[in-house]
């Protein structure tokens, strides 16, 4: 039972651009969400999160967006750049428990 | 400290041996965890430590795995008589902890790469 979906498997977008990621979660219990940046062989890297009380949040280039009742967040990116290029994690937890639970990651590809 | 720090970072073994990974957290961060993450897919959680306590353990983590984090510090993930389908990238993660809403953030290391061959 996969709670967590990326249903994007990769995603090429334009360098200066907007990119969009996106997550489905089906457990209504997930309360904070997470999204990580990886580069292949090493690990996974913090980038933002939100917690289910707000609808939004931003930290320069990247704002993490929840919609609570379509169980849906996004990330976006703005402007796009070449380093950005890497596999996207959406991650949710149950504060609390501080167990997280992935999606399958998209790939993330900008173009110069 | 810039991190979480894991070691080997790479590790070939043949099947039916034995091998142990070890994390060192942030120095601060009472909370450790052990995730698995294979080809394609998303970390897995496998168990993880409030201090010296292991409080959870996964499905995936079978006897022939175990965890210790024995003061509280460092953390060692052995895995014994190795199959091929424990080949994986251990990730350790730690976080800082104080009260329901903190340590949500949780910071990984870069990872363990296990091939069985």
């Known amino acids: 039972d996969q709670q967590v979906k990326q249903n994007s498997p990769s995603l090429s977008v334009q360098e200066g651009r907007i990119s969009i990621l996106n997550c489905d979660y089906t457990?209504?219990?997930?309360?904070?969400f997470l999204w990580y940046k990886k580069y292949p062989a090493e690990g996974p890297t913090f980038l933002i999160s939100i917690s289910s009380i707000k609808d939004k949040n931003e930290d320069g280039r990247f704002t993490v967006f929840l919609n609570k009742s379509a169980k849906h967040l996004s990330l976006h990116i703005v402007p796009s750049q070449p380093g950005d290029s890497a596999v996207y994690f959406c991650?949710?937890?149950?504060?609390?428990?501080?167990?997280?639970?992935f999606g399958q990651g998209t790939r993330l590809t900008i173009n110069p | 400290d810039t991190g979480v720090s894991q070691d080997p970072r790479h590790k070939i073994t043949k099947r039916g041996q034995n091998v142990t990974f070890r994390c060192d957290p942030i120095?601060?961060?009472?909370?450790l965890y052990w995730y698995r993450q294979t080809l394609g897919q998303g970390p897995e959680f496998l168990t993880y430590?409030?201090?010296?306590?292991?409080?959870?353990k996964s499905r995936l983590l079978s006897d022939r795995f175990s965890a210790e984090r024995p003061k509280g510090s460092f953390s060692t993930l052995e895995i014994q008589r190795t199959e091929q389908g424990d080949s994986a990238m251990y990730l350790c993660?730690?976080?800082?902890?104080?009260?329901?809403?903190?340590?949500?953030?949780?910071?990984f290391g870069e990872g363990s790469w296990l091939t069985v061959v």
């Open positions: 120095s601060e961060h009472n909370r």
């Open positions: 457990n209504s219990m997930f309360d904070y």
């Open positions: 430590f409030q201090n010296e306590a292991q409080l959870e």
């Open positions: 993660a730690s976080s800082l902890v104080r009260d329901y809403y903190s340590g949500n953030t949780i910071y």
């Open positions: 991650a949710a937890m149950i504060q609390g428990a501080q167990k997280l639970v």
